[in-house]
C-alpha cells in the first residue's frame, strides 16, 4: 500500500484546482471581487453567490453598504468580467428576522449588538455554507481580512497579516465544522496589494470605497431604524444618577449608548456619563467617568476553537478584545455553573451588554482566534445604595467592584 499523501492545491484540498469548485461569496467589493478573480486565475472552478440581504428604498444605490442596490450589480459585472457562473439569492426575509430584527430588539433591552457578527454567525456561515455544499462546491472563500490554517484539532484562525484590517473579532463565533469548509484567501495580504491585484484583473471595483460597518443604517442614525422595525416600543423614563437621584427625563433608552457623554440631557456640576441602561425600569443610569471602568464580564454563548475543552482551560490566560478595533489586554478565562466568566487585567470603559468579548492565545502576541461570547454583565463600576449592587474583588487584586448588570 502506497504511503503518499494526495497532492493538496493552494486551498489545503486534494486535487487539481480544475476539478475543485469554490464558491465566493460576492459583496460587490473590491476584496471579494479580488478573491474571485485569484482563484480563477489560479484555474478553480469557481462560481459567485451574492445575497440580497436588503434593499430598501434609501440604501438603492448608495455608497459604502453592501449586499444591496449597486453593490449587486457590481458583483455582476465582476462575474461576467471573470467569466464565470453568478446567482443572487434572495434572503431579505432571513436576514430582516435573524439579524436586524435582533438588532433592534438587542437596543430596546439596553444592550449595544454588533450585527455583523450575527450575520457572519445566522447567514453568511451558516445558509451560505450550506448552499454552496449542495453546489457540489469543496470550499467557500470570503474576502475576509483572517488567516486560516490546519492545526492540532481541526482548523484554527489567526489575525491578518494586516492589524489595520483584521477582521478575526466579527468571526468569533464560527465554528469548527465551518472552518473547515472555509477559506480566506486575502489573510496574508495588505489592503494596497488587493487593490493593486483589482487594478491589474482589470476590475471595475478597484478604487471603490470600503462597506459600512452596519449595512442596514443608511443614515448612520440607528434610532430611526429602531422606530421603523418597532414602531412605538421606544418608552420613555427617568434619568437616574447613580446614587439614586432622578436628575430627568428621557424619550427612549435607545436614544443613549453606555459611556455616552454629550447630549444626555440633562444639566449638572459634574461630567455625567451615561453608566447603564435599564429596559425594565425604562431608567438611564448616569454618573462620573471612574464608574465606567469594568474588568469583570460575565459571558453567554461562548463559541471555543481552543484545543483543549473549554472546561479543561478554566483559568487560562488569554488575550481579550471588547471592540474591533481595541487593544488586546491580558485577563484570565473562568468556567462556572452561571456560565464563563472573563477577568480583565487592565479593564475596560463604557463595557456594555450584547457587546462581544473575543478571546485571543496570550502566547505568539495574541495571533490565534481563541473564540469569544456575547457579554451578558459586568462588574467594576461604583457602588449605588439604591440599586444595592454589592461589592466585589477581582481574584489576587483586592479590589473592591460592583456589579453593573442587568
Known amino acids: 500500500m502506497s504511503s503518499l499523501k494526495p497532492m493538496l ?20 467589493g473590491v476584496d471579494s471581487s479580488v478573491v474571485a478573480a485569484l482563484l480563477k486565475e489560479e484555474g478553480y472552478d469557481v462560481v459567485g453567490i451574492t ?33 464565470i457562473p453568478h446567482y443572487v439569492l434572495d434572503y431579505e426575509a432571513r436576514f430582516a428576522q435573524a439579524v436586524m430584527g435582533a438588532f433592534a430588539d438587542s437596543y430596546l433591552q439596553g444592550e449595544t449588538p454588533v450585527p455583523c457578527v450575527a450575520c457572519n454567525q445566522k447567514i453568511k456561515f451558516h445558509d451560505l455554507i450550506e448552499t454552496a455544499e449542495g453546489l457540489g462546491a469543496a470550499a467557500l472563500a470570503t474576502g475576509h481580512y483572517v488567516r486560516s490554517r490546519p492545526g492540532r484539532d481541526g482548523w484554527e484562525l489567526h489575525r491578518a497579516a494586516d492589524k489595520e484590517r483584521d477582521q478575526s473579532y466579527f468571526l468569533f463565533a464560527t465554528t469548527r465544522e465551518q472552518l ?67 436628575l430627568g427625563r428621557h424619550g427612549g433608552i435607545i436614544n443613549y449608548t453606555i459611556g455616552q457623554r454629550k447630549g ?16 425594565s425600569r425604562r431608567e438611564v443610569v448616569v454618573g462620573p467617568r471612574e464608574c465606567l471602568r469594568m474588568r469583570i464580564l460575565k459571558l453567554r454563548d461562548v463559541n471555543w476553537l481552543g484545543d483543549e475543552p473549554l472546561d479543561a482551560s478554566a483559568g487560562a490566560e488569554i488575550l481579550a478584545r471588547i471592540r474591533s478595533s481595541g487593544p488586546l489586554q491580558p485577563a484570565r478565562l473562568s468556567c462556572e455553573e452561571d456560565g ?17 468579548c473575543v478571546f485571543y492565545a496570550a502566547s505568539g502576541g495574541g495571533e490565534r482566534l481563541l473564540g469569544g461570547g456575547w457579554i451578558k454583565s459586568a462588574a467594576g463600576g461604583a457602588w449605588s445604595a439604591r440599586d444595592g449592587f454589592q461589592a466585589t474583588a477581582t481574584s489576587g487584586a483586592g479590589e473592591a467592584l460592583a456589579a453593573v448588570s442587568r
Open 264 to 279: 444626555i440631557g440633562v444639566a449638572a456640576q459634574e461630567p455625567l456619563y451615561v453608566l447603564r441602561l435599564d429596559a
Open 51 to 83: 445575497l440580497q440581504l436588503y434593499d430598501h428604498g434609501e440604501a438603492v444605490g448608495r455608497k459604502g453598504s453592501c449586499c444591496a442596490g449597486q453593490d449587486i450589480q457590481d458583483a455582476r459585472g465582476v462575474a461576467d468580467r471573470l467569466n
Open 340 to 356: 464563563v466568566t472573563v477577568e480583565l487585567a487592565h479593564g475596560e470603559d463604557g463595557v456594555s451588554p450584547g457587546q462581544a
Open 9 to 28: 492545491n493552494s486551498l489545503h484540498l486534494s486535487g487539481r484546482p480544475a476539478d475543485t469548485r469554490v464558491v465566493v461569496a460576492m459583496s460587490g
Open 180 to 246: 473547515a469548509f472555509l477559506r480566506f484567501p486575502l489573510g496574508g495580504r495588505d489592503k494596497d496589494e488587493t487593490r493593486k491585484l483589482a487594478r491589474d484583473f482589470g476590475l471595475a471595483v478597484a478604487e471603490k470605497s470600503d462597506s459600512q460597518d452596519i449595512c442596514f443604517v443608511p443614515t448612520g442614525r440607528y434610532t430611526q431604524v429602531i422606530e421603523r422595525l418597532r414602531p412605538g416600543a421606544a418608552e420613555a423614563g427617568n434619568i437616574v444618577h447613580v446614587d439614586g437621584r432622578v
